[in-house]
Nanobody, 122 residues
Framework: QVQLVESGGGLVQAGGSLRLSCAAS????????MGWYRQAPGKQRELVAT???????NYADSVKGRFTITKDNAKNTVYLQMNSLKPGDTAVYYC????????????????WGQGTQVTVSS
């Protein structure tokens, strides 16, 4: 199986910065996509940013120019650098990977992290 461990959430004032990290471990054959999603109270979970194994980037319009997603392939880790944070960014942030796992192998499996709280005060 695959485990995702998230870290880096916290409380920050508007205009501040945080960096989230998510490290994947386990029976990974190949990671195809890594990304971040968030869910605010009373709202649906939404995509924040993704990065493919080839480095293709995708950002939600609301975070473009403020957030940057990067990855370290050697560590199976994805990061989200969040700058110029706004109160509207307050949410639980979830790491996600789409990967192939070892075995036969098994292709196209989704895994989710436990979530980390980001709170931005005004």
């Amino acid at each position: 199986q695959v485990q995702l461990v998230e870290s880096g959430g916290g409380l920050v004032q508007a205009g501040g910065s945080l960096r989230l990290s998510c490290a994947a471990s386990g029976s990974i054959f190949r990671i195809n996509v890594m990304g971040w999603y968030r869910q605010a109270p009373g709202k649906q979970r939404e995509l924040v940013a993704t990065i493919t194994n080839g480095g293709r980037l995708n950002y939600a319009d609301s975070v473009k120019g403020r957030f940057t997603i990067t990855k370290d392939n050697a560590k199976n880790t994805v990061y989200l650098q969040m700058n110029s944070l706004k109160p509207g960014d307050t949410a639980v942030y979830y790491c996600n990977i789409k990967c192939d796992i070892k075995g036969p192998p098994i292709l196209g499996i989704d895994y989710w992290g436990q979530g980390t709280q980001v709170t931005v005060s005004s």
